[in-house]
Every structure is written in structure tokens, then in C-alpha cells.
């Protein structure tokens, strides 16, 4: 079984910034299209940011332009989420997850699908 392991959330003040990391065990994330995906309280999972495992193409939601960056380091099998100016609305458990190549990152994160998906890490923004 394929598994994801996100780390890095907690809790920080508005304009503040958090890395999330997303790591794998038992198979190498440089095969697969990573997304990050949170969901807030009372409302449906979001994608936030995807990376291709071709081209590394991106992709980010509008509400994170400019503020997140998504990245991967194949030799630690590693994808990251630099998280900058954080606000109180960026509050929510964040996931990662992996799909096999096939789609494009746009609706990877936009159809929220994939095939393989971590436990999620917390970020909560709050002064």
C-alpha cells in the first residue's frame, strides 16, 4: 500500500509563514503528479497546488497565487508547500496526494482526484 506523510503544519499568525512536506514510503514520488488539497471546516476539499512528475508544471488555486509555492525533491522523495502571508481563510487540514501520470495538473486539482491520498497536517492562522 502506497502511503503519504504530511508534516510541517501548526499554528501561526496571519502573515506568517509554514513548509508543509509531503513524503513517501514504500514507493518513489517521482513517478507521480503530487497535489496539496485542504479542507476547512463545514466546506469541501480544495485543491491548493499541483506538480506535474513530468515537466514539473504547476498549478495553483487563486487564492494561493503568489503566496504558495509547490516544489519536489526527487532525490529526498519529497514535495513541498511553501506557504507564505498566510491568512485566518488558509485555516484548514491539509493533504497531500499522488496520481499516476495521465492527467494534467489543472484537473488533478481542480476534480480534487487521486489516487493515493496522506492523512492530512493542520495549519490553523490565527493572531
Known amino acids: 500500500q502506497l502511503q503519504l506523510v504530511e508534516s510541517g503544519g501548526g499554528l501561526v499568525q496571519p502573515g506568517g509563514s509554514l513548509r508543509l512536506s509531503c513524503a513517501a514510503s514504500k514507493f518513489t514520488l517521482d513517478y507521480y503528479a503530487i497535489g496539496w488539497f485542504r479542507q476547512a471546516p463545514g466546506k469541501e476539499r480544495e485543491g491548493v497546488s499541483c506538480i506535474s512528475s513530468s515537466d514539473g508544471s504547476t498549478y495553483y488555486a487563486d487564492s494561493v497565487k503568489g503566496r504558495f509555492t509547490i516544489s519536489r525533491d526527487n532525490a529526498k522523495n519529497q514535495v513541498y508547500l511553501q506557504m507564505n502571508s498566510l491568512k485566518p481563510e488558509d485555516t484548514a487540514v491539509y493533504y497531500c496526494?499522488?496520481?499516476?501520470?495521465?492527467?494534467?495538473?489543472?484537473?488533478?486539482?481542480?476534480?480534487?482526484?487521486?489516487?493515493?491520498w496522506g492523512q492530512g497536517t493542520q495549519v490553523t492562522v490565527s493572531s
Open positions: 496526494a499522488a496520481t499516476a501520470p495521465g492527467t494534467t495538473v489543472q484537473r488533478m486539482c481542480v476534480t480534487v482526484d487521486s489516487d493515493y
